[in-house]
C-alpha cells in the first residue's frame, strides 16, 4: 500500500535551508536526513547557532507540501527532540512543534477544504510525529484526542468517497491503530462503528475504498494483525 522510493529528492529546498537542516541535525540523523535530501557530505558547523525554530518551521511546511516528506519527517522530529533534550537546550524545537501542530489542528476544515492534498499530509504528519515523540515510552496524552479527531474526519460518510482519506486513514490506522487503542478504547470503537457503517452502508464507494475498509476492519477484529492468508489475499488485490 505505501510504495517505496529509494530515489526519491526533495527538489523544493535550496542550498541554504538543506544546510540549516544539516546543521541542526548534524550527526543525530545522518543516515536519514542524506537519503532525503541525496546529500554526500555536509559542513560540521555549531547547532547552537542554529535558529531551530525556523527549522521546526521548515519541517513542518514541507510536510504539508509533501507526502513522502510527511512519513519520515516524524523521525527527524524525534530525532531532534532527543538531542535538545540531551544537550538542556530549552526544548525550543519541541515547544514550537507543538505549537504548530495545535495552530494546524485548529485550522483542519479550511485546510481540507482548501487543498485535500495538504490535509492527507497534515495527517500523515501529525500521525507520525504521534507515533515517534513519546514520554517515558508512551504516547503523549495530549496528542490523543486530537489524533482521534482527525481519523474520525476522515471517516465521515463524504470523506469515505475520496480515495486518498481512506488510504491515508487506514494506512495511520495500521500505524498506530493499537497504541491508540491503549490510550483510549472507546474512542476507537466509535471510530471503527463509522467505519463499519461506512463500509455496509455508504453509497458511491470506488472498488478500492471498500476494499481497504475490509481490510481495516478485519485487521482489527485480528488484533491489529492479519493472517498470512488475509494479508496474501488483500495485497494481492490491491497491487492488482
Known amino acids: 500500500m505505501e510504495n517505496s522510493k529509494e530515489d526519491y529528492k526533495i527538489q523544493s529546498f535550496d542550498q541554504d535551508t538543506q544546510m540549516l537542516l544539516k546543521t541542526a541535525l548534524k550527526g543525530w540523523l545522518a543516515v536519514v536526513l542524506s537519503f532525503l535530501l541525496s546529500l554526500t557530505s555536509f559542513q560540521h558547523l555549531d547547532p547552537s547557532a542554529v535558529n531551530l525554530e525556523k527549522v521546526c518551521n521548515i519541517i513542518v511546511d514541507q510536510s504539508l507540501k509533501d507526502q513522502v516528506f510527511s512519513k519520515e519527517a516524524g523521525r527527524m522530529c524525534y530525532t531532534i527532540v532527543q538531542a535538545e533534550a540531551k544537550q538542556n537546550s530549552g526544548n525550543v524545537f519541541r515547544r514550537n512543534l507543538l505549537n504548530r501542530l495545535q495552530q494546524e489542528f485548529k485550522e483542519r476544515e479550511e485546510t481540507r477544504t482548501r487543498s485535500l ?75 471503527f462503528f463509522l467505519l463499519r457503517d461506512g463500509f455496509l452502508l455508504q453509497e458511491g464507494l470506488s472498488s478500492m475504498a471498500r476494499l481497504l475498509l475490509l481490510e481495516i476492519l478485519e485487521f482489527r477484529a485480528g488484533g491489529w494483525l492479519l493472517s498470512g492468508t488475509a494479508q496474501k489475499y488483500y495485497y494481492s488485490e490491491i497491487a492488482d
Not at 123 to 138: A, E, G, P, S, W
Not at 161 to 167: G, P, Y
Open 117 to 191: 492534498q495538504e490535509w492527507v499530509c497534515f495527517v500523515t504528519f501529525f500521525c507520525n510525529v504521534f507515533d515517534y515523540l513519546k514520554v517515558n515510552n508512551t504516547p503523549m496524552e495530549a496528542l490523543v484526542h486530537p489524533v482521534y479527531d482527525c481519523l474520525m474526519r476522515m471517516a465521515q460518510p463524504e470523506a469515505l468517497l475520496n480515495e486518498e482519506e481512506v488510504d491515508c486513514l487506514v494506512l495511520q490506522l495500521h500505524r498506530i491503530g493499537e497504541q491508540l487503542e491503549k490510550m483510549n478504547s472507546q474512542r476507537m470503537d466509535e471510530l
